[in-house]
């Protein structure tokens, strides 16, 4: 239930910031999701995670997955978006401790007849220690490739820890 008014919450407040960056004629690069990550509302993977207090990038809390071994934790999805012909990105603050494999950010887009596709952050995935950092990976959304999900995923191939903060979806112009 809390779920259901979340994913409709964030539907509404995607519209509104769409509708705004429509009026306005050509794409500008422009925040229309924001996942704080103070809580566990929202996250669809419930087993191997957990909120710390003591660690996070933006002081208000993040999220701990503690991998055993290869995991792809679903974080968040939108519900139908309406956007096309610009960029998507996918970023998120990281940190990791001992992470034995990689870890990187995996979005999937939906498309109605067409099926998922994923943009993974291959170019720059984090192994072993690292302080907080700045991750993402981007969405290519030609003309009329109008995504009617997407989800947001983190993966890690192999044992260790790691936190993420300050989740965002952004769009910008295509180039
Ligand atoms: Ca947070």
């Not at 429509?22 to 993977?45: A, K, Y």
């Not at 087993?47 to 055993?68: F, H, K, P, Q």
Request: glycine share 8%; aromatic share 8%; charged share 25%.
């Amino acid at each position: 239930m809390a779920n259901k008014s979340i994913a409709a919450l964030l539907s509404l407040f995607l519209f509104a910031a769409l509708a705004a960056a429509c009026s306005r004629g050509p794409v500008q690069p422009e925040e229309i999701g924001l996942f704080p990550v103070d809580d566990m509302e929202g996250l669809i993977t419930r087993t191997g995670i957990r909120i710390d207090r003591e660690l996070s990038s933006d002081g208000n809390g993040s999220l701990l997955v503690t991998a055993d071994g290869p995991v792809t934790v679903q974080l968040y999805e939108t519900g139908d978006i309406h956007l096309e012909n610009a960029r998507l990105i996918y970023r998120a603050r990281l940190r990791t401790e001992d992470v034995e494999g990689q870890a990187y950010l995996e979005m999937w887009c939906s498309f109605p007849e067409k099926g998922e596709f994923f943009s993974r952050a291959l170019h720059a995935p984090l192994s072993g220690t690292n302080e907080w950092t700045t991750q993402e990976t981007p969405f290519l959304l030609q003309k009329g490739e109008n995504p009617d999900n997407v989800k947001m995923n983190l993966v890690v191939t192999g044992k260790g820890k790691v936190w993420i903060d300050d989740i965002r979806l952004v769009m910008a112009p295509l180039q």
